[in-house]
């Protein structure tokens, strides 16, 4: 059955209800429940879409709905075709006696949306797609892996240290789709079936958009999930980081140490267990003694302060009992509290329920901003669990299932939405997971606990990639990777180098990292507090030996040179959605090989860079779109529209400016 209501297409069928409607330019949401009634939530879709007139024609055997340029035709049983300009684009996957969009084999008895329901629960949902084999797929977020077209990969929809789950794609046919719905489940692109499956949930909610470019698609996309905020200027040089400043003299060392050796820094990181027990969230007092006043020394040299804050509680903690009293922590479905088990018996937030955030910024507002702190760290962010075991938790929103991947947004609100509130400017917090729409809480995310390893590199490049292209613009990386067995290792130094040199041309440069071997004693032999827990061996650009602390001091003179141009590229970000790090076919989407060249990026409009991916390589070819070329190494102008061949030693990397576009 057809029915027109509020400007959107209802189609009734075998007790499921089918919701179109236009939503924003060139957009559809589609919803679709076996309940009474839609639920209130609108996840990722934030921002209230632009008025939008939607055409709706019906017969007897199938009904449209147009919203510009994309519509969606549908048959009485509910079976949807998206098309552009008139044209399919794809369909659903249906194999069934009636409703058959295509004359495939009807006996199979696959239905386009499978719900499967829990014994006393929701709906674990299904919904095929038909599939083009030659389509390619980009976005999803962060996956470490090596395919940055996601065509025949498998996704799992879960937040883990350093895998992020965003549920928006592009297609190279023209369109985008976000998977609206935070439930833990999974995406298959395959070559015969394009498949979703989201665990526990009550309905299904998604969103299409069409274009002509994956810009203007992003620019759709941003406009109904939010766009990133205004960026800091003071923020586009060096952030300084490592595994761990241990107290408050290390700090304003390393701070001083670094106007001695004339590396500027924006940002100096303390990292965790600068505390007493974890879920105290506040500095230990014997070797922080008086942190105002380190803050506000930094602050004099310039340098703003990045403090790391856990959603980890251990049951020491001074607050414990009283947010387990105050229902504010994840809940477990059977056995003992436990969620996390690093350095303590703990038990996370549960970031979902208001209260809780309102809580945990109480407790930052009053150790932390107080005392001058600029940003906060969002550590383990996922929340990174014992196990990854989903149908064990529960949260105020619903069950882990049904909703943790959104958990991440919420943390990092609790800190964002409310320093709105006390009037702070464009804050900006690092953060290691985010979901469909964080790129609007100022979130700076950083692709997690990668190793040091050549392959690492080359997976990072293709995460900036589909991160940038699921609308998060602000990625970044620690530098030289988090796991380092031997800092003295030259090969480690050599990845270190290749790694600077990338990172330079990224949203943010930031030297952090887990430098071993351990052999530096702990300062003291408590068990709890900022004294007993490993730490690892220096990591300031001078701290790697003169040759290469001049090849990474003259790479972050290249960067700040960049400031006004990186600054703009934070603007774009800001107005379209516009990555900082883009794929090629982001700037040249005519060009049909850019489609398929994953080695290398555009930083921004400008410049296209071809890091070294490989170790004891020194040369590699590259790709130049038709147009002109500077050569940023030697000042030759190329000729674009080929792939040429290029010396690159350690010290250098290969970045090419675009100075024509004929």
Known sequence: MFIRKDQALIVKHAGETLRIEAWGKDSLRIRSTMYPSFSEHD?????????????IERNENEAVIRNGRISAKVNPQGVMEIQKDGKMIFREYYRNYEGTLSKESRCLKYVNRDYRSYIGGDYRIMQKFDSDPQEMIFGMGQYQQANTNLKGCILDLEQRNSQVSVPFFISSKGYGFLWNNPAIGRASF?????????EAVKQLDEWVTVSDTPKEILKNYVDVTGKAPEFPEDLLGLWQCKLRYRTQQEVLETAKACKEHDVPINVIVIDFFHWTYQGDWKFDPIYWPNPKAMVDELHSMGIKVCVSVWPSVDKKSENYADMMERGLLIRTERGGFQTYDYQGDCTEIDATNPE???????????????????????????????????????????????CSNIWPQFYSRAIYDNMLKDDKKNPVNLIRSAWAGSQQYGNVVWSGDVPSTFESLRDQLQC?????????PWWTTDIGGFMTDDVNDPKFQQLLIRWFEFATYTAILRMHGDRGPY?????????????????????????????????????????????????LLFNEAHENGSPILRAMFYEFPEDETCWKTYDQYMFGDKYLVAPILYEDTYERDVYLPVGSWLDTRTSEIIKGGKTIHTLVPLDEIAVYERISEE
Not at 190 to 198: K, M, V
Not at 368 to 395: H, S, T
């Open 356 to 402: 809780t955030r309102e809580y945990l910024y109480q407790k930052v507002k009053e150790n932390y901003l107080d005392l001058g702190i600029d940003m906060i760290w969002l550590d383990n962010a996922e929340p990174d669990y014992v196990k990854y075991d989903f149908d064990q938790y529960r949260y105020w929103l619903g069950t882990a299932l049904s």
């Open 190 to 198: 395959g070559t015969n079936i394009t498949e979703f499956t989201a």
């Open 464 to 472: 900036g990639i589909n991160m940038g292209l699921a609308g998060i």
């Open 519 to 567: 052999d530096i004693p702990p300062l003291d032999d408590r068990d709890f507090g900022g004294g007993y827990l490993k730490t690892g061996h220096a990591n300031e650009l001078w701290s790697y030996g003169e040759e290469n602390f001049r090849i990474m001091k003259k790479f972050l003179d290249i960067r700040l040179s960049m400031h006004d141009y990186i600054a």
């Open 43 to 55: 996840w990722a879709l934030t921002q209230t879409p632009q008025d939008s007139d939607s055409v």
